[in-house]
């Protein structure tokens, strides 16, 4: 197997595909095997799956693209949809010419489940904590408001209103996350949020429709995720026909960049080598 170091030089390279829409797709792209794409969540970028992946590249081909509104990528047209994500994912996967199976973080694993329903090539998908309860009107009102915060350059103010607002993060922990210095050095990934609360603001939280997605779907979450995340996960899992299901004990929402061997691991074990 190569060293980590190895990979994280390999992981820098980077591409780029024109999508359906001429938007440009930058992407990844590393390993060897039965080819994954990985899609990375709110908030991420090319970055977001490099420690999972730094564990799955001996064993399968990774595609690692940057979604639309992340840079390096394009931005895309606004208001963005689910759908047009679904249409970057089918350029990225005619370019690799052959059906994929699908990963998806948090966000990214939302679009993978539109993906999927829609019937692109697909073999199986792989699941971390899609948000599905954050969906529809009562967004609107936080995009907007994200916009205001963000043009006037309070980011601080922004990030807990995503936090409150999207992913319902306790009290205690809006505190602790209130307290943190703010990381200057991170990249303005406010573009790309303010797509996405976009694709949620247009979308439903029906998690039923999601019964028409009949590959094998591993769903994976953390333990200590706080609620509505575990309810929906529920309901999710009993709409997928064919789903298997499992938890990392004391981990929550960001247990992939906590402990990614581990991930990687479950992954690893659920994805076919052929």
């Not at 709110?42 to 564990?55: F, K, N, R, T, Y």
């Not at 840079?71 to 249409?87: C, L």
């Not at 790309?192 to 247009?202: F, K, N, P, V």
Request: glycine letters at 8%.
């Amino acid at each position: 197997m190569p060293s980590e170091i190895s990979l994280s030089e390999s992981f820098g390279a980077t591409a780029s595909l024109e999508s359906f829409d001429g938007t440009a797709i930058s992407y990844r792209q590393l390993g060897s095997g039965p080819p994954v794409v990985m899609v990375h969540g709110s908030g991420g970028g090319l970055h977001s799956w490099q420690p999972v992946a730094e564990h799955l590249a001996d064993q399968f081909e990774l595609w690692i693209p940057a979604r639309r509104g992340y840079a390096p990528s394009g931005p895309g047209r606004s208001p963005k949809r689910f759908a047009d994500e679904v249409g970057d994912l089918e350029a990225l996967i005619a370019k690799i010419g052959s059906p994929v199976h699908l990963v998806g973080m948090s966000y990214g694993a939302s679009v993978a489940l539109h993906a999927t329903a829609a019937g692109l090539p697909v073999r199986s998908l792989v699941l971390w904590e899609p948000p599905l309860y954050a969906a529809g009107e009562k967004l609107a009102p936080v995009l907007s408001e994200f916009s205001a915060l963000t043009a006037s350059g309070d980011r601080r103010q922004a990030d807990r209103l995503l936090a409150e607002k999207v992913a319902r993060v306790p009290a205690a922990l809006l505190d602790l996350m209130n307290a943190a210095e703010p990381a200057d050095s991170e990249p303005d990934d406010a573009p790309g949020w303010r797509r996405d609360l976009e694709s949620m603001a247009a979308d439903s939280v029906d998690v039923e429709r999601w019964s028409t997605v009949s590959v094998p779907t591993l769903l994976m979450r953390g333990a200590d995720t706080w609620q509505p995340m575990p309810a929906t996960l529920d309901r999710l899992a009993t709409a997928l026909p064919h789903v298997t299901c499992t938890a990392f004990p004391g981990q929550m929402h960001f247990a992939p960049s906590v402990v990614p061997e581990a991930v990687a691991a479950e992954i690893a074990r659920f994805l076919p080598r052929s």
